[in-house]
């Protein structure tokens, strides 16, 4: 052998070497990605599968819904590192991580599918927007949810059970529209003697678990968290509105089963399935399992339905309540940008999301307007009525600390540590204390209203609107 065939040999060999670790390279590409373990992030997995490009693999990385999960997403976020590629984070979340996220306006403009207007304007906003109405946006809405109300059918529609509670009350069983029915009927159908209770609610301290539930009543009787604007607590979050509110949430322990106080949603869904309560606020997410007759008892006897509202002090009507679900938002300081946008765009067609929203809630307007859809099960026609009436906490970084202090208070009021009024001052001075540390300037007013929500956000009716 020549010496210079060696040569060619060597180079042919070299290249082909490189060749192969190249393609190597390529085959282990991994997109990483965080979520809560569940329903939702096994649908993806699944989906994932049929990606075409067999040469990308979506790599879950797990952890329990709860600070675990925030935590794992926002330590990576403060070392700057990519140990994940993308993840879905709480709406409330956006705001904190907006600045390590890659901006989806930039993938918008570049890319020939992932558009704007594929979502509704609403999700878009909730599940990305960063600040409210700039419209720029940092995240996608994966799997929209929102809190729903069950309820026993059988209890509702029993003639017996109609008669009596017109001859107590002088009005007919109906599923409440308002939280001052929903006592009627929770403390109706209260019968510790045989096991069954009116009404179940999420009280724990864990999370969010007492505020996404309290957050319900209080901003249904016309109350605030805050004012955006001024960034004023005091006068808002303890005002009499938020207070009405408040204690409406803390009276609905009476009518629930011993415990419930420091109940999170896996005790909520429990009482569901093994029909103690005859009514829940639950979140959409868990219909499923409520609904499917291997898991719960009760699954045929269970009917769903929008959340109620409230007249408050002023009058006016209400109803309004917690967002839930999460954005799917990509991590700024991973490599594989090009690598993610081609999994986005193919994972966000109305095909795949079709067979995501069989089991989760999709964010793609297509999917959503679709009949097929509407009347794929028990709940996504309420669902979308629902989607009508969120409302969510602050949109701002310091989100993480807001809540916890908010949540102690609520926590507090639920097991009676503390009353409603007391509870709500100490939380108000709290988060404006940390809004000050932050450097926020607080616009103190002259006086604040007795129903901030005329001042924020004046949604008030005059009458009871009902929604089926």
Not at 119 to 138: C, K, Q, V
Not at 189 to 216: E, I, K, V
Not at 249 to 255: A, N, P, Q, R, S
């Amino acid at each position: 052998m020549t010496k210079g065939t060696r040569k060619r040999l060597m180079a042919t060999g070299a290249a082909f070497a490189a060749l192969m670790a190249a393609s190597s390279a390529r085959a282990e590409t991994n997109l990483t990605f965080v979520w809560h373990a569940g329903t939702c992030a096994d649908a993806l997995m699944d989906i994932a599968k049929d990606y075409p490009d067999k040469d990308v693999k979506i790599v879950p990385a797990l952890v329990p819904y709860g600070p675990q999960w925030h935590d794992k997403i926002a330590s990576e976020f403060a070392i700057q590192g990519d140990a994940f590629d993308f993840a879905m984070w709480d709406s409330q979340s956006t705001a904190e991580f907006a600045s390590h996220a890659v901006k989806i306006n930039d993938i918008f403009d570049k890319s020939s599918y992932l558009k704007a207007d594929i979502f509704p304007p609403a999700s878009l906003s909730r599940y990305g927007e960063y600040p409210d109405g700039s419209g720029e946006f940092y995240g996608l809405p994966a799997n929209q949810d929102a809190y729903g109300l069950t309820y026993r059918k059988d209890l509702f529609e029993d003639p017996k059970e109609q008669e009596a509670f017109k001859a107590k009350y002088g009005k007919d069983l109906k599923v409440p529209q308002t939280y001052q029915d929903a006592k009627e009927v929770a403390e109706f159908f209260t019968r510790p003697d045989q096991g069954l209770y009116g009404w179940a609610q999420m009280g724990g301290r864990d999370y969010d678990f007492a505020t996404t539930a309290s957050n319900s009543f209080l901003w249904s009787f016309g109350g605030e968290l805050y004012n955006p604007a001024t960034f004023e607590v005091k006068g808002y979050l303890d005002s009499p509105a938020s207070i009405d509110g408040v204690q409406a949430y803390v009276d609905m322990f009476k009518f629930g089963p011993p415990g419930s106080t420091n109940w999170g949603f896996d005790e909520v869904n429990t009482a569901i399935q093994q029909g103690q309560v005859a009514m829940a606020m639950q979140w959409f997410y868990f219909n499923g399992s409520n609904a499917d007759p291997k898991v719960s008892k009760f699954a045929d006897k269970v009917g769903f339905g929008v959340l109620p509202g409230a007249v408050g002090r002023d009058g006016k009507f209400r109803r309004q309540f917690s967002v839930g679900g999460q954005g799917m938002g990509i991590n700024k300081y991973s490599k594989k940008l090009p690598e993610l946008t081609k999994f986005m765009e193919w994972y966000f067609q109305p095909e795949q999301q079709k067979r995501y929203a069989a089991v989760c809630q999709t964010g793609l307007k297509a999917v959503l307007e679709s009949p097929d859809w509407q009347n794929l099960n028990s709940y996504n026609k309420q669902f979308s009525s629902a989607l009508a009436y969120l409302n969510d906490y602050w949109h701002l970084p310091e989100y993480p600390v807001l809540l916890d202090e908010l949540q102690q208070e609520i926590s507090a009021a639920a097991a009676g540590t503390k009353t409603v009024q007391q509870a709500l001052a100490d939380a108000a001075a709290k988060n404006e204390r940390t809004l000050e540390r932050a450097g926020y300037e607080i616009k103190r007013g002259e006086s604040t209203p007795e129903v901030p929500d005329q001042t924020i956000s004046p949604v008030g009716q005059d009458s009871v609107v009902p929604v089926e």
